[in-house]
């Protein structure tokens, strides 16, 4: 497909793009996905970077001299990226912000404020839906805007961020009409492709995916793939970008991912943001009062279930892949109740894969999913 | 103190046992025996060997200390010291420039840093898992079938070390019976290995560094391949000592030297 | 079958005879067996100086609370369980209102730990981890062992199923509250949750950011609320007031006795100051409390005395060192390290940081609880849990620190090998990151930390012969 191929040309280029941005003055911001809002870094001017690659059993092993090893993959992963100084992109960013989402995070930032040479931007996030959290978030993203107004030497006006919040509101309906494309009984777009544009949308830049985006709904609309394989939701607590072990063997199984609840994953794209009235409160009614699902370590996670099930229904998936990141806890927990729910209220089977980005989970990996991928085609 | 001030130093590793007699700081005898199954049968075995190659007799030991992993069951010792500050010490007599030592032994491995003067500034170890001991050079070598001590030399033929990523020996094995199944060459899986090893081994130092003279102890020196893949992670030489394996009980005699006077 | 048990317990036979039918049921219902029992008394044998009589009576105080919570359902109108964070303040909402009594509150997890894996050794919470890990926290994932004792406990029934869990899982620590939601969805239990956050300038302790806790405070107010509605009882200004002196009147003779270990010689073992503080400090029944500040205070009595008379369980002049987490249901780590020519002069949470003792910034009875939990450097987070410890050595003047984080938690653990160097930077003296669990005794094995131990004391013992 013609846009797939514009958005790997986008992502080769982005890191030079960037640089030579920076070289001519423009600042740049780093983030992890989920609860940052990249609207206002976007306003203010200073160039949004998502950071959220993973996979790589290297990038752990350089996490050990600075974080013990009972800490969520991810967030280790993350220290190795920040630390090794191999990673072209996270060299990029002037500040960082990430969401202290929960233990695992707060490590994470407790590491790169210790050692980490970069300024690190601690952005608390409360853990429920309700309107004290929210005043609570809209305060510190309040804060956040006062930083990044430092950053970049200007106030970040009401209009530009009612622009930004356009533009992503864009962006984010094109990647969800893209993504309802695989409701489908044979959909064109595979798992991994619409994984990759996902993770795309938060390094590139938002107009070119948008962009990229339309031209792939374009491409695929109407159209039906040859065979129909059977359907896969995967949950994940972190789908990083690059780490598509997973997509990798499903596909060769023949089987295809039509729906992730993933943190970055579609979940950013189901509310908009209405740009109305207060833009900041508007930016928390986003992220945290309207979050949908909540993840699993909101208090309590509410509704979550019920969306799993609604989205295993409407996209009719014949199984689940649970990806799991060792040391993420909440999701592990949750997992003893959801599976136990999900036999009697779906029918269907679920598979756990636990991974701590090492290289030899390949092989059991795969054992796991082509005995899935056979029992599901052996219910059909 | 009696003119002959004899005194010695017994290693009892979970391998092997080793014995070092030293008069003053003059080392006179050693002996090493497979540790076997009784590590207290084994202290005694390996000291009356060493005493075998001298005209003294267990009488004329003025003080003894015992280490290694076995070092509380060697009963006729006056005295267990910790086999960090045994190795120190046998290293640092050894080779004075020493500021590293890296020991891999059959139970766990060490890095320990020395200061200017030759003692123990800190140490990391490892003992967790087999797969950052010498314990997985063994269940390598029952896998592929290549005897222990030919390890090194085949390793180095190696054009294209394969990367072994599993940080669980158990897991490594089946990784490595994979690759065997997949044709890899022998020499491409144990270099592989080495390098694997030496990256569990680095990264228990990374951040304190390696920048001062490093010398490899313990029997596991004697494996060249192990010593270039752990030069190739840190960057520059090691140093060998002339017995690498009795870095420890030299240390132990020369502390029991000490504490005779 | 009990009365040896109850005996070493430090229960006296008029006690026994009147207290056993009650205490007997419990700790059938807990599972100690015949075999138990001896274990228990083999352990407490071993392990504890049999000298210190007010020890002996805070393990009876402990052993009769545990004994209040086991059959908190047949004796008490409502039953709430609180996360271990809120110790100290649990009280006030036992005392609440005018029907005193009638609400039972408690942190099992904690009790469970002290009492239970504290006084009767590691192999009494094993059946407690085991059923945790049948029941959605299982094994190898790195679960708190605190919160599997309480989930354990609940899936066995050996403990009673609470009308609420007042939890504070949101605002100190993730795995807190993931394991009171899987209380709520395997036994259906009400949560009431208090949350809490980062702030931006997080890094700001000894301060706290005010906004650190106002928002935690405001989400307590309506966990209270939730308690009222459960319980039908208001907590009252009154009870609040009540419940925190009570607990200041235990926890004062306990401070005294980690100041003594401060004497040299040494007069008191380590593990009997730290799991007397702990057992000290617990959330107990009024009547209990009354019994534990008297044993606190005889404890305390007794080892000024063995200050004045220069006696020590060390040498004057043996060199000693700070152990930030020992395992409170193990004491044959910090057996090993005493008989290693070393003292462990302080750790274990129990010494206060010098903005412990300053005045709350805002009186409000829930903004100074929040405000007292973020104090103690490692509930706000890894960095000031390193100044914490710092501040701690530097008054106390050791010459060695072991990092002992707990294995499994996620709060205080991550950051083990940044509050080495920071400790080995700012004091110049050995300090020794140590894998250990304070829970789950599972996790490590003193006999294969001993080789590490034994080094870092020599290592310890060589620069403090330097220094002097």
């Known amino acids: ?209 948008t962009e990229i985006c339309n031209s792939l709904i374009n491409e695929v609309k109407g159209k039906e793939g040859r065979d129909s394989k059977p359907r896969v939701l995967l949950v994940a607590s972190t789908l990083a970008m690059n780490d598509y072990k997973v997509h990798d063997i499903l596909e060769e199984a023949g089987a295809s991912v039509v729906f992730e609840e993933t943190c970055e994953g579609t979940r950013q794209c189901w509310e908009e943001v209405k740009p109305e009235g207060d833009l900041l409160s508007a930016l928390g009614d986003k992220y945290i009062r309207r979050r949908t699902p909540p993840p699993p370590f909101f208090h309590p996670p509410e509704g979550r279930y019920e969306f799993l099930i609604e989205k295993a229904r409407d996209y009719k998936v014949d199984g689940i892949v649970w990806y799991e990141l060792l040391y993420r806890e909440s999701y592990e927990t949750e997992l003893f109740y959801f599976s136990r729910k999900l036999e009697k209220d779906l029918g269907i089977p679920l598979v756990v894969l636990q991974s701590e980005y090492d290289l030899s989970e390949t092989a059991t990996f795969r054992t796991r999913i082509e005995a899935f991928v056979e029992s599901i085609k052996g219910r059909k | 103190m009696t003119s002959k001030n004899l005194s010695a130093g017994i290693d009892v590793g979970s391998t092997t046992a080793k014995a070092t007699l030293v008069q003053g700081k003059q080392c006179i005898a050693t002996a090493l025996i497979p540790t076997g199954h009784d590590m207290a049968q084994a202290a005694e075995k390996v000291l009356t060997q060493a005493l075998e190659k001298t005209t003294f007799t267990r009488k004329d030991l003025v003080y003894t200390v015992g280490t290694g992993y076995g070092r509380h069951g060697v009963s006729f010792a006056d005295e267990a010291v910790s086999e960090i500050a045994c190795h120190a010490k046998g290293a640092f007599a050894s080779i004075p420039e020493t500021r590293v030592v890296v020991d891999i032994g059959g139970q766990d491995s060490k890095l320990i840093w020395l200061s200017d003067t030759g003692s123990v500034v800190d140490f990391a170890m490892n003992d967790k898992c087999a797969a950052g001991t010498g314990r997985f050079l063994d269940l390598v070598s029952e896998t592929l079938g290549v005897r222990l001590e030919d390890l090194g030399g085949i390793s180095l033929k190696s054009q294209d070390p394969c990367i072994i990523t599993s940080t669980c020996a158990i897991f490594a094995e089946s990784e490595v019976v994979g690759l065997r199944s997949r044709g890899t060459a022998r020499e491409d899986i144990i270099a592989g290995i080495h390098q694997s090893l030496a990256l569990r081994i680095t990264s228990m130092g990374s951040r304190r560094g390696f920048k001062k003279e ?34 420890g009980s030299l240390g132990a005699a020369l502390i029991a030297s000490d504490r005779s006077r | ?253 306990l401070l005294g006795l980690t100041e003594m270990r401060r004497k040299d010689p040494v007069p008191v073992g380590f593990q009997e100051v730290v799991l007397s503080y702990y057992l000290g400090v617990l959330p107990m029944h009024p009547d209990n409390r009354k019994r534990a500040i008297e044993a606190t205070g005889m404890m305390a009595g007794e080892v000024k005395q063995r200050v004045e008379n220069g006696q020590g369980i060390a040498p004057k002049g043996t060199p000693r060192i700070f152990f930030s987490f020992p395992p409170l249901s193990d004491a044959s780590l910090i057996g090993m390290v005493e008989k290693l020519g070393i003292v462990i002069s302080g750790g274990g949470g129990m010494n206060l940081t010098a903005v412990e003792m300053k005045p709350p910034t805002i009186p409000a009875w829930e903004e100074r609880s929040i405000e007292g939990i973020y104090r103690k450097g490692f509930w706000h987070n890894g960095i000031s849990g390193g100044q914490a410890f710092l501040e701690q050595c530097r008054y106390l003047k050791v010459d060695g620190v072991v990092v002992a984080n707990t294995v499994c938690c996620r709060l205080f653990n991550p950051c083990t090998p940044l509050q080495k160097e920071l400790l080995e930077k700012e004091l110049g003296i050995p300090v020794l990151a140590l894998e250990s669990d304070v829970y789950d005794t599972r996790n490590y094995s003193t006999e294969r930390l001993r080789s590490r131990m034994e080094a870092f004391a020599e290592i310890v013992k060589e620069t403090a012969v330097a220094k002097n």
């Open chain 1, 1 to 209: 497909m013609e846009a797939l191929a514009a958005l790997e040309t986008h992502l080769r280029e982005r890191v030079n793009d960037i640089k030579e941005r920076k070289n001519k003055g423009a600042k740049v911001v780093g983030f992890v996905p989920g609860f940052t809002p990249e609207e206002l870094i976007y306003a203010s001017g200073a160039i949004p970077l998502g950071l959220l690659e993973g996979g790589d059993s290297s990038a752990i092993a350089a996490s050990s001299a600075y974080m013990t090893r009972f800490v969520d993959t991810f967030c280790r992963a993350q220290v190795g990226y920040y630390m090794s100084g191999e990673h072209p992109l996270y060299q990029l960013p002037d500040l960082v912000v990430i969401p202290s989402a929960d233990d695992n995070f707060r490590a994470l930032i407790d590491v790169l404020v210790q050692v980490g040479n970069i300024e690190v931007f601690r952005l608390g996030i409360p853990h429920e839906r309700t309107d004290i959290a929210v005043d609570f978030y809209v305060e510190m993203i309040g804060l956040l805007k006062k930083k990044l107004e430092g950053l970049v030497g200007t106030p970040i006006e009401d209009n530009k961020l009612q622009e930004a919040i356009e533009l992503y509101n864009q962006m984010r309906k094109s990647l969800n009409d893209l993504g309802q494309t695989r409701q489908s009984p044979r959909p064109v777009l595979t798992g991994k492709e619409y994984a990759r544009i996902n993770h795309a949308s938060y390094v590139g830049d938002v107009k070119t995916v």
């Open chain 2, 214 to 247: 490093i010398v490899f102890s313990g029997g596991v020196a004697k494996n060249i391949g192990m010593q270039r893949a752990l030069e190739q992670r840190i960057g520059y030489g090691i140093l060998l000592p002339d017995e690498p394996q009795l870095l």
């Open chain 3, 1 to 253: 079958m009990y009365d040896k048990l109850l005996e070493v317990c430090g229960f006296e036979p008029e006690e026994i005879a009147e207290e056993m039918p009650r205490i007997e049921r419990a700790l059938r219902i807990i599972g100690i067996d015949e075999t138990g029992t001896e274990k228990a008394v083999a352990y407490i044998n071993q392990y504890f100086d049999p000298e210190l009589i007010g020890f002996r009576k805070l393990r009876a105080v402990a052993v009769r609370e545990l004994a209040n919570l086991v059959l908190a359902r047949e004796e008490n109108e409502k039953v709430v369980y609180f996360t271990p964070t809120m110790i100290g303040g649990i009280e006030s909402f036992m005392l609440s209102g005018d029907n005193q009594g009638d609400v039972y509150c408690q942190s099992p997890d904690l009790l469970l730990w002290m009492a239970l894996g504290g006084i009767f050794g590691p192999w009494s919470l094993i059946p407690l981890l085991e059923a945790a890990e049948e029941n959605g926290m299982r094994a190898g994932q790195a679960h708190c062992g605190a919160f599997q004792f309480k989930i354990g406990a609940l899936a066995k029934e050996v403990i009673p199923k609470p009308d609420l869990l007042f939890t504070m899982g949101g605002m100190t620590c993730t795995q807190a509250g993931g394991a009171d939601t899987l209380a709520h969805e395997l036994f259906d239990i009400p949560v009431a949750y208090v949350d809490g956050t980062d702030y931006p300038e997080g890094d700001t302790w000894p301060e706290i950011s005010p906004r650190h806790i106002t928002y935690a405070a405001e989400t307590m107010r309506r966990c209270e609320d939730r308690f009222a509605e459960v319980t039908g009882v208001k907590i009252s200004a009154e009870a609040q007031k009540e419940g925190l002196v009570g607990a200041a009147k235990t926890l004062r003779p």
